[in-house]
């Protein structure tokens, strides 16, 4: 999992530093054959700070964590043999 981070609480430059860095990771996860997921952004509310979600974030998290295909593939695949 690759993330969360509150990208809310970056500034304009910071952000797109984060943006690339975060797509620079992915294309390697991608390239290596990895199973990862990259969770969308959560609203700013549901952040204590700047990589804590509360208890909903984590909520959406996880939601989002079992509807990706890569994770549901690898990851559950593993844990249901």
Known sequence: V?????????KPDSFNIYQKMK?????????N??????PSVLPS???RDA??????GYAMLAK???ENQSFKST???????
């Open 2 to 10: 690759v993330g969360p981070f509150n990208e809310h609480m970056l």
């Open 23 to 31: 797509s620079e990771i992915e294309t390697w996860l991608r390239q």
């Open 33 to 38: 054959n990895f199973a990862y997921c990259i």
């Open 45 to 47: 509310e549901l952040y």
């Open 51 to 56: 990589s804590h979600p509360l208890g909903q």
């Open 64 to 66: 989002q964590l079992f």
């Open 75 to 81: 990851i559950l695949k593993v844990g249901g043999d």
